[in-house]
């Protein structure tokens, strides 16, 4: 059977990233449009999938939110409509938190699309009006705390030419709890009972992805036998979301500063979920803020 086209809808919060994720998968080898009105949405794959030969279209990305002001209303619609002509789009919904958003503005200057009063009141409505669109979101990506070529990275794995449309991926966090949780954890774990090199003298100047962290924090047979759980239970869970429609789990590993012990099970845990052939993204959120 002919593969169908890939479409993937870039959507989310105005500043976090839609347009650099756009250039991304247009590199990948997307044909993209911005800011198309949601009506206009099924003529344009209908378009993609009539091409044919050299020119044949397989993969299109297209940009749509809230600047398309009372056009953004027909979205929701219009991927109904989709999916009633046996299309599978893809939803990509980008979003970050309203400091990282509020950060971003007063950088660029720019006008917020709903904004009639502060910056912040016009994020917090953006981000009322959204909620039902990232509840069926097939991939939710937080963009605070990542540069743009790290979102690229995210991308590439994502969406690159190997990458089959429906994959699951896991993506792991490693946080400080004193830094705050992530936003966008369907699963957290608290690894402060493990024993703690920030009070050995030679190893607190180290991060968790060193050697010599690793063996201190998996020298205890408690953090080995967590980890072995830890595993076990992911490979329970994983099926049960896939069945559910759900392509993304985002596992967050919590320790007090996020450097040490969060960093050395997150390392463990993504080395063992790769080699059992899952997709796995790894971001170490607060590993460069200093030690626990």
Do not use: W
């Not at 169908?4 to 809808?9: F, N």
């Not at 919904?93 to 200057?109: C, P, Q």
């Not at 920030?198 to 201190?216: C, R």
């Amino acid at each position: 059977m002919e593969d169908r086209l890939r479409i993937v809808v870039v959507t989310g919060m105005s500043g976090a990233g839609k347009t650099q994720a756009l250039r991304s998968l247009e590199d990948l080898g997307y044909f993209c449009i911005d800011n198309l009105p949601p009506a206009l949405l099924l003529k344009v794959v209908e378009l993609c999938e009539r091409t044919e030969g050299q020119g044949k279209i397989e993969r299109v990305a297209v940009g749509s939110d809230v600047r398309g002001g009372e056009f953004f209303d027909e979205l929701e619609e219009a991927l109904h409509g989709m999916q009633q002509e046996g299309m599978i789009p893809e939803i990509l919904f980008l979003e970050a938190s309203d400091n990282s958003l509020v950060k971003r503005y007063k950088e660029s200057r720019r006008r917020h699309p709903l904004s009639e009063g502060t910056v912040l009141g016009a994020i917090q409505t953006e981000r009322r009006l959204l909620c039902g669109l990232r509840e069926r979101a097939s991939i939710v990506l937080d963009t605070s705390q990542l540069t743009p070529h790290r979102l690229r990275q995210e991308l590439q794995q994502l969406f690159g030419k190997d990458q089959r449309r429906g994959d699951f991926f896991i993506s792991i966090v490693t946080f400080g709890f004193k830094h705050g949780l992530p936003l966008d954890a369907d699963l957290v774990f608290d690894v402060r009972f493990l024993a703690n090199p920030f009070y050995v003298q030679d190893l607190k100047p180290l991060s968790g992805q060193s050697p010599e962290i690793q063996e201190y924090v998996f020298s205890s047979g408690v953090a080995r036998s967590f980890l072995r759980r830890l595993d076990t239970l992911l490979n329970f869970l994983i099926p049960h979301y896939v069945s559910e429609g759900k392509s993304q789990l985002t596992v967050a590993i919590g320790c007090t500063g996020g450097r040490h012990r969060s960093l050395a099970v997150g390392e463990r845990l993504t080395e063992r979920m790769q080699k059992q052939g899952h997709i796995v993204l790894l971001d170490h959120r607060d590993m460069d803020k200093g030690t626990e």
